[in-house]
């Protein structure tokens, strides 16, 4: 149990750092800045805020990926807006997020928290994209441990699902957790999440042909904008860790 709760303390640690090296290197006064959502994404969330109260950080106008980031949000005073409001309708800057699974040439996997259609469109409208991620997040193969979110219209789970066999997914609706029936967005959809036993399409080919069945609001891959990624990896000399940043 010790052994755990260190590794627990440790992974904490590299996410913390994480998200303050990522904020601290690429976040400037003015911005208009997309922040993720999830356990690692927080720490920059928090940090951006850190920065604003102490002054160092000014003019920051944010859009929020989730209602879990609106409330941090909340608590920190970082103003947010959304994407249709005059503040942000040019796009943003920049957005820091975090991923459930990094391939070599910076290719994600998202959603593991449900939010990744709002994610993506954050991606996708940021100048720079930041990504970041302790070591374990990384794989050679996207897809090979961590499955694929593909959020549906409900009405259409059935079609849908058929539609992912028919690519070679093993299609498994995703189940809520202290809650009876499957997890629903906080745009009223499912989430079916997929796995390939062997995915031999480019995951950029795959986000573009599951996006084109009926039915399927947006999937859990993000090829289009690769991003600079930073890592947090341990290291024994060091207890604190130390980061490394990987180009697109």
């Known amino acids: 149990m010790e052994q755990d709760s260190n590794r627990l303390d440790n992974n904490t640690q590299l996410k913390q750092l994480a998200g303050k090296t990522a904020v601290d290197e690429t976040v400037k006064s003015g911005m208009k800045l997309g922040l993720g959502t999830g356990s690692t994404a927080v720490h920059a969330v928090r940090r951006v805020g850190e920065l604003l109260a102490q002054g160092v950080l000014r003019d920051i106008c944010a859009f929020a990926t989730s209602f879990q980031t ?4 909340e608590k920190l005073k970082i103003p947010f807006y959304s994407l249709n409001s005059q503040e942000l309708s040019s796009g943003l800057d920049l957005t820091i997020d975090g991923a459930d699974e990094v391939d070599p040439k910076n290719r994600l996997i998202k959603g593991g928290g449900g939010a990744h259609l709002i994610e993506k469109l ?7 994209y ?6 374990s997040k990384l794989t050679e193969r996207l897809g090979g441990g961590f499955p694929v979110p593909v959020e549906v219209i409900p009405s259409a789970r059935v079609q849908v699902t058929k539609g992912l066999e028919k ?14 029936g499957p997890v629903i967005t906080e745009h009223g959809n499912l989430i079916l999440d997929i796995r390939f036993a062997s995915m031999s399409a480019d995951p950029s080919i795959m986000e573009s042909e599951i996006n084109q069945i009926p039915g399927v609001v ?3 891959f993000f090829t289009r ?3 600079v990624v930073f890592i947090a990896r ?3 000399a060091c207890s604190a860790g130390m980061i490394e940043k990987r180009l697109p």
């Open 70 to 73: 609106e409330i941090e949000c």
């Open 122 to 128: 954050a991606a996708y409208a940021s100048s720079v």
């Open 130 to 135: 930041v990504i970041i991620v302790d070591e």
């Open 167 to 180: 690519l070679g997914a093993n299609v498994i609706l995703r189940e809520a957790v202290r809650k009876a």
């Open 218 to 220: 947006e999937n859990g």
């Open 225 to 227: 904008n690769p991003p």
């Open 234 to 236: 341990s290291n024994k």
